[in-house]
């Protein structure tokens, strides 16, 4: 799931059976395909003259990422863009890919970084016939109290607003893990894509999900999110709680 839980294959949602029954503590992991903001596949193998070095300062690593570390490989030194563009001029398909990836960007207004800044702007809960719940990011990263409510069995999709600056940041990916009464009953990944700096913020929205109901499923949960790149630098942590009700507030 994006915020709160997510739809298992097995026909069970939340560690909850069809019958509203308290199942398995831990409920599988629920991945969706890599997609950038513009829904068009990530990934592209063509990119590797624009990765990303992975340094001691830039890893901030969890028991959810390790497995992501120990299988993470050296992509090569960090380039400016102006170097990135350097690179391989002389590949037509290479330099038409990277003209495609930066779009309109004006090179000389982004300086010289090694490293891009993503800010997370706002998450959006979309749900029909209802006004988008627009959630601003706080200063300090967390919200204070409970941040949102969901009506159970509801249809929902969330929405990221995100800036980039500086340098193209690679692989951008949102985690989120999801507890009740301490034990963990959702953990979503999603790859959101590849990203250039621009004045313009982007926006990715997630595929669309269904709350569990139920008298089990209503209740308080705790959560947290994150934002982290190939790298796994982390642009964002946040920890919040949400209830699930059987209306909407």
């Known amino acids: 799931m994006s915020l709160a839980i997510g739809v298992v294959s097995n026909g069970k949602s939340m560690g909850f059976d069809e019958k509203g029954k308290e199942g398995a503590a831990d409920v599988p992991e629920t991945q969706h395909a890599g997609k950038t903001a513009h829904g068009e596949e990530s ?6 003259s624009l990765s990303r070095h992975m340094s001691e ?3 901030a690593v969890t028991e959810d990422e390790e497995e992501d570390v120990e299988r993470r490989i050296d992509l090569g030194p960090q380039c400016t863009l102006k170097e990135q563009l350097e690179k391989d001029k002389d590949d037509e398909s290479l330099r038409r890919w990277k003209e495609q ?5 004006d090179i000389n207004s982004v300086g010289e970084s090694l490293e891009p800044e993503v800010k997370i702007l706002s998450l959006a809960i979309k749900a ?3 006004e988008d719940i627009v959630l601003p990011i706080p200063e300090s990263g967390n919200p ?7 009506k159970e069995g509801s249809r929902y999709s969330l929405m990221f607003t995100f800036q980039v600056s500086h340098n193209i940041v690679s ?16 953990s979503t990944k999603e790859m959101i894509g590849t990203f250039s700096p621009q004045a313009e913020p982007y926006t990715h929205e997630m595929p669309e999900e269904t709350t569990p109901s139920g008298l ?4 308080t949960y705790s959560a947290r999110s994150k934002f982290v790149d190939d790298d796994n630098k982390l642009y964002l942590e946040i920890n919040y709680t949400f209830d699930i009700r059987k209306e909407w507030l």
């Open 144 to 150: 204070e109290g409970l941040w949102f409510t969901l």
């Open 43 to 48: 990934g592209d193998e063509r990119g590797t």
């Open 171 to 186: 692989g951008l990916k949102y985690t989120n893990n999801v507890w009740k009464t301490g034990l963990k009953v959702d």
């Open 128 to 130: 029909a016939g209802r």
């Open 216 to 219: 089990f499923a209503r209740g």
């Open 57 to 59: 300062g830039s890893i």
């Open 101 to 105: 990836l930066l779009g309109s960007v």
